[in-house]
């Protein structure tokens, strides 16, 4: 069992938008911090955006500031990654992530943002 499985990618126009989803199973995600990170072709893996795990407390990476809004529902054990005014250089796969005492990570999903 996959214990997270990202949905929601696919290719967009600059200006644009995509809701990306994250399922979780298998462990007790309420007590998770939950994150997003991405990484472009060449490039290390970066985070993007992260929440605790009541949902209480958001960061996100400067460069994504203004334009993208994490959020979790734990009834559902799912964590969203609403991307507005998306930019060519936002153009990666993005990964969720859940850490605590231990960390899983999900296989991915690709944006790209192209005209």
């Known amino acids: 069992q996959v214990p997270l499985v990202e949905s929601g990618g696919g290719l967009v126009q600059p200006g644009g938008s995509l809701r990306l989803s994250c399922a979780a199973s298998g462990f007790t995600f309420r007590e998770y911090v939950m994150s997003w990170y991405r990484q472009a072709p060449g490039k290390e893996r970066e985070l993007v955006a992260a929440?605790?795990?009541?949902?209480?407390?958001?960061n996100y990476a400067d460069s994504v500031k203004g334009r993208f809004t994490i959020s979790r529902d734990n009834a559902q054990n799912t964590v969203y990654l609403q991307m507005n005014s998306l930019k060519p250089e936002d153009t990666a796969v993005y990964f969720c992530?859940?850490?605590?005492?231990?960390?899983?990570w999900g296989q991915g999903t690709q944006v790209t943002v192209s005209s």
């Open positions: 929440i605790s795990s009541v949902g209480d407390n958001t």
């Open positions: 992530n859940a850490r605590n005492s231990v960390a899983f």
